[in-house]
């Protein structure tokens, strides 16, 4: 809980720095906002470690498919990535740039899924096959 504390706290800071910069600068308002959401990211990081080692141990005690949790894994944090970009591009004006990662970001999710589509395929194969 402090952990959010401390995101809240630096957005917060982040957004009066902002409010106040942006009326005279805008390039350095920018950098201030790629800054907070960085400083955000890496806090975000401490409190998605726990998150991590639990799906692990689950991973463990269920016999899990490794390579399918770490896709699960990839895919929330390449949305979570490609979502801050885009919306970065889009408070920087350039609504274009922002629309085409939100693009690639969906592709590269779709692609980065394709084996556990696999994978289900071959579930329902096998179960229609024993019907």
Do not use: H
């Not at 970009?85 to 408070?91: E, G, Q, V």
Request: glycine fraction near 6%; aromatic fraction near 6%.
């Amino acid at each position: 809980m402090s952990t959010f504390l401390k995101a809240v706290a630096i957005a917060l800071t982040g957004l009066v720095l902002w409010l106040c910069l942006n009326k005279y600068n805008k390039d350095m308002s920018l950098l201030l906002t790629i800054s907070v959401c960085v400083a955000l990211l890496i806090t975000a990081l401490a409190v998605l470690k726990p998150v991590v080692n639990f799906f692990w141990k689950l991973q463990e005690l269920g016999s899990l498919d490794k390579d399918l949790l770490q896709i699960v894994l990839k895919t929330v944090g390449i949305g979570f990535l490609g979502d801050m970009c885009s919306d970065l591009c889009k408070d920087a004006g350039n609504t274009s740039m922002c629309k085409a990662l939100q693009v690639t970001t969906t592709i590269t999710i779709l692609w980065l899924s394709l084996p556990v589509f696999e994978k289900m395929l071959t579930l329902l194969e096998n179960i229609l096959g024993t019907v």
